[in-house]
């Protein structure tokens, strides 16, 4: 068959013109503030399931994290999950959100974390944090109707980008 008599096939879904097949679509990227995709009742009702499910992950529970203030673990992880999905990254951030969200103050318990409370825990717990984050973020995606599964790999690294960006706005606070 030369070049010019062989059929032609869409570079999107590999099928011949005309045919009926739907070309796949992108995945989208996960919006900054989940909010703008799902609600915060919806945030709040995943971010609890992600933290229940915590057990699986090693190095969680945590045996002992120094906390005067009172918030367990438990509390903080889910705060942090909360707020780094819905796009408040700094410490600082948080911990004023927290007087203001309705969902974040339930997380919270009753026990305002201050931020070097919420920094210490997110330095103590980096990976877990990490994971858990990762897997919030694949619950979100799932729960969209209409959108593609996100791959792991994009879900992990997503979940490293929220993180460094809570680094880089801790950092940024503690020079000023």
Known sequence: ??????????????????????????????????????????????????????????????????????????????MLLYAYAAGWMGSDEIEEQARRDHQLAYLAAGQLPSSPTLRRFRRCFRPVVEEALADLLGRIAAAVPGAMPARPAALEAEARRRLDLAVMADTIALDY
């Open 1 to 78: 068959m030369s070049v010019l008599t062989k059929p032609h096939r869409s570079p999107v879904t590999g099928n011949q013109p005309g045919s009926r097949a739907t070309p796949t679509p992108p995945e989208r990227p996960i919006p900054a503030d989940v909010r703008k995709v799902i609600s915060a009742d919806r945030l709040l009702a995943l971010t609890l399931a992600t933290v229940a499910d915590l057990d699986r992950l090693p190095g969680w529970p945590p045996v002992r994290f120094p906390n005067p203030e009172g918030a367990t673990p438990g509390a903080l992880m889910a």
